[in-house]
Every structure is written in C-alpha cells, then in structure tokens.
C-alpha cells in the first residue's frame, strides 16, 4: 500500500502531528489534517465531544490533550490539569455544547457551569472532582490553570477548532468512524481494518485521536494497525 503520511505529516499548528487512516480495503483514505484547505478530498474532522461519550473515555481525552505539557515543573500538576480537562469534556457533552464551550470555560476558570450539569445527571465521581479542586489550595489551582490553558491554547486556532466541532451539515462516517466526520459530504464505507500513521512523538489532540481509534476499533471488532511515520514514506 503506498503510504500518504509524508504529505501530511504537518506541526505548523503547535507541534500536533496528522494523522493518516486508510481502510486497507479499497485504498481510500482518511486524513486528520488540521492543516487541509476546506472541502480537500479525504479530509476528516474530529466531533472531540462525540468521543468522550463515557467517563473512561473523557478521562483518556484529557490524558492526550494534556500529553503536549511534559516540561518538569509542569508534570506535578499535570494529573490534576488531565481530570479538570476531562471533567469540563463530560459535561460540555452533557449539555449538549460544543467543544467551544469548553475553551471558554477553561478561559474564564468557571467551573459552576460544568458543576451544575455533572451533579444534574447524577455523575457523581466528576462532580465530586470539581467539589475536590475547590478545596485544594489556591496557589495549586493556578497552577492546574495555568497548566490547562497552556495545554487548550493551540486548539483555540480557527481552523484547528472547525475540525474538533463538527459543523450542522457535517457527514459523520458509520461504525467505529462514528465520531469522525467530513466537510465535503464524501461518504465513505465502514472499514474492515484501519490504518493508523502517526509521527513517533504524538501528542496533544492527535495523540487522544488515535487512543480513541483503537479502543473503538477493539469494541466494534476492526482490525487497527498502528504505524510510525518513516521518512522514506511515499508522499506522492
């Protein structure tokens, strides 16, 4: 199969590698590229929200969107910064919102909105982790702050949060792809086996993108391969 993963691979949005996914089956293929000029052939958004459908699942999410802060100081206080982030992904997903939302939230360091939806819907366990922040010292607050702005920023670029909020005509794809979706309507057909290409240091939103393929692949029985970008790969 000649890889497209050269041609892709792109960091120009904050060191967040694209991703390649290719059915394997009939040669077309899917790309995760923040970087694609709207309605470009293969081009495929990510509904992030449509993802963190359960807690384990948000948890996950917040883990790879936190993955992009790994200076020393800052891992202290990363655990914390990954369960704040999931905790405002389940209850943006909650209500219905979009991934904007949850930007805004985190800007604003409001966390009653996310708060009263969780307690709303009877999910104890995130409610009781917003109750627990409160409670720990102010000056760690700000770091665990601190931490998720800096980890949320790049997603704030207009072009990256169009493909992490999909619009209302958007097509989500069927199956394991259920949380994919495309800006030019192309329909595309359950695979039967998925190829995942990425960059061997992974991180942030695309590092939480395929955590997600391959649990989904693994539930709705597709066989997933994952496969490091080599610097040999075809890009023609």
């Known amino acids: 199969m000649k890889s497209v993963a050269g041609k892709y691979v792109s960091n120009t ?5 694209c991703i390649t996914l290719d059915d394997d089956c009939g040669g077309s293929t899917l790309v995760w590229n923040p970087d694609a000029q709207p309605g470009e052939s293969g081009a495929v958004g990510w509904d992030v929200l449509g993802g963190a459908d359960t807690v384990i699942a948000a948890d996950r999410i917040g883990e790879g969107l936190l993955s992009i802060i790994d200076d020393p100081p800052s891992l202290l206080h ?3 910064a990954e369960l704040l982030c999931a905790d405002l992904l389940a209850a943006a997903r909650q209500g219905r919102h979009q991934f904007q939302t949850v930007l805004e939230w985190a800007g604003a360091q409001n966390l009653a909105p996310a708060h009263r939806l969780l307690a709303s819907a009877g999910d104890e ?11 720990i010292p102010a000056d760690e607050q700000r770091a665990v702050w601190q931490i998720l702005a800096r980890a949320l920023e790049p997603l704030r670029a207009p072009q990256l949060l169009m493909c992490l909020q999909p619009p209302p005509q958007g097509t989500h794809l069927p199956g394991v792809l259920r949380t994919l979706f495309t800006h030019s309507g192309e329909s595309i057909e359950r695979p039967r086996q998925l190829l995942v290409v990425a960059g061997p240091h992974t991180r942030g939103v695309a590092a ?12 709705h029985g597709v066989r997933v391969d994952a496969r490091p970008v080599r610097e040999h790969d075809d890009a023609r």
């Open 125 to 135: 366990h995130p409610a009781d982790d917003i109750d627990w922040f409160h409670q």
């Open 208 to 219: 939480a993108l395929v955590d997600r393929l391959l649990w989904a692949g693994y539930e």
């Open 13 to 17: 949005i904050a060191q967040i590698t």
């Open 78 to 80: 990363r655990p914390e």
